[in-house]
């Protein structure tokens, strides 16, 4: 009998080590890593509720209390999922991305600024829609009908949007976290929506031929360079609150908001790289922020979201479980924009991806922590499974589907670039930034006194809502879990 017993004990512990067993995969091998992204991407799309009646298309389940996730993330899945068709030529989600990204647009602006959302928008979230869109334009993804608006056209349209919203007259530029005047956040400054401004100028200047795009990307890097926002050995905080004139810097530090740099610094040194002057500058920034990001968030080698995950324990948002994923996508395509730094990255990015396999079952669900210790940690989400995917993503960066650019790279207008722009684009043709302006009129003049009007019966509702959380503390949380203090 106690045999019997112990038989069945060893053959059940067998099972759950087989059952929570590491990924299977070669990362040498692009056939290994792309039947194992098959796996992953499957368990990341069950996440995925916006085709079902009653739900809505393009968002993961949210925001809460709804489901976890924010609208925000719902753009930086379909840059996945575009990721890993470029990646893999596997097409099986890609009708889902297209009417995904074609929903959430908000026609007929065509700006990523739905209706249901504008009441918590930020900068950063439209942002992260608009390089979703970038993206499917410099992939050659497949384009919408002529009557749907086209990728091309839809980020210059969020670029137009956050362009028309720099603020010189506080802290000297940069834009503001939060567009409604009355949303927490609106007197914060923050990195990560001037790092996606600047992407998207930066990618915008290369796909376009546009030297206008590519002043707007200097400026924004400029300015944050200036602000203290980087500093000398290329640390990235996260930002200062606009009643100190930017000086009372928050010196968190995420990875993703380095990521979303490098990858503009990439893009504007290969659109740079006919003129040394220009060109020499970006790659020392290149190589100042890789090396500093692969200090601060890669320990032995492996990707950390060291704000949050730390030694004893996890406590990291929701949000702030899908920064792996980012970050090794957009390192490796870097290594494309500017080959020299290949043999910094390319390393580490295999080390990390060989310690993700190990935090995953043998069936492609993912854990957070990639850390040797580690293991599978049942710690699972749609951020989990996107950092999984992004992490063998970029173990096949320079791998091409049929119609990407002959090197791989992302195409241009000129090298292949099929989709169509619109440089006014954003619901307001003034928004052009190669736009000559008439002059004021007296009518023009009347409608913007009645819009300041409403400007300051809105700034003055903030205030008193504001005022009216004085008892409650002098911060609050946002949605990433970092504490910001409220503007007095």
Known sequence: MEIRIACRWAIWALMVAAAHAALDVDLASADSIKSVAKLVASNLMSYYHGDEP??????????????????????????????YWRATGDATYNAQTQAALIFQANSPQDNFMPPNWTASLGNDDQGFWGMSAMTAAESKFANPKPSDPQWLALAQAVFNTQAARWDEEQCNGGLRWQIPLANNGYNYKNSITNAIFFNLAARLARYTGNDTYARWATRTWDWTEGVGYID??????????????????????????????????????????HDQDNNKPWGRRISGVTNRTLEIFFPDGIATEVSCELED???????????????????????????????????????????MAKSCTSDGVCGFRWNARAGYDGNTGAGQQMNALGALMSMLVD??????????????DSTGGTSKGNPGGGGNPALDPTAVYAPVTSRDEAGAGVLTVLVLVSWLVALAWMSSRAGEGPEWVDERGIKIELGT
Not at 58 to 79: D, R
Not at 243 to 269: H, P, R, V, W
Not at 316 to 335: E, I, N
Request: charged share 15%.
């Open 399 to 412: 791998v091409r589907a049929d119609d990407q650019s002959a090197d791989g790279r992302p195409v241009t």
């Open 313 to 355: 324990k996890v406590q990291c948002t929701t949000d702030m479980l899908s920064f792996k994923g980012y970050v090794h996508r957009w390192l490796a395509q870097t290594t494309q924009m500017a080959p020299f730094i290949r043999g910094t990255i390319m390393p580490v990015l295999r080390t990390s991806a060989a310690a």
């Open 54 to 83: 009653g739900n809505i298309p393009g968002i993961l389940p949210g925001p809460p209390p709804a489901g976890p996730y924010y609208w925000w993330e719902g753009g930086a899945l379909w840059g996945a999922m575009m990721d």
């Open 232 to 273: 000398a050995d290329y640390n990235v905080y996260d930002g200062a609150h606009v009643e100190a004139n930017c000086t009372d810097i928050n010196k968190a530090q995420f990875s993703y908001t380095a990521a979303i740099f490098l990858q503009g610094l990439g893009f504007m040194y290969d659109y740079t790289k």
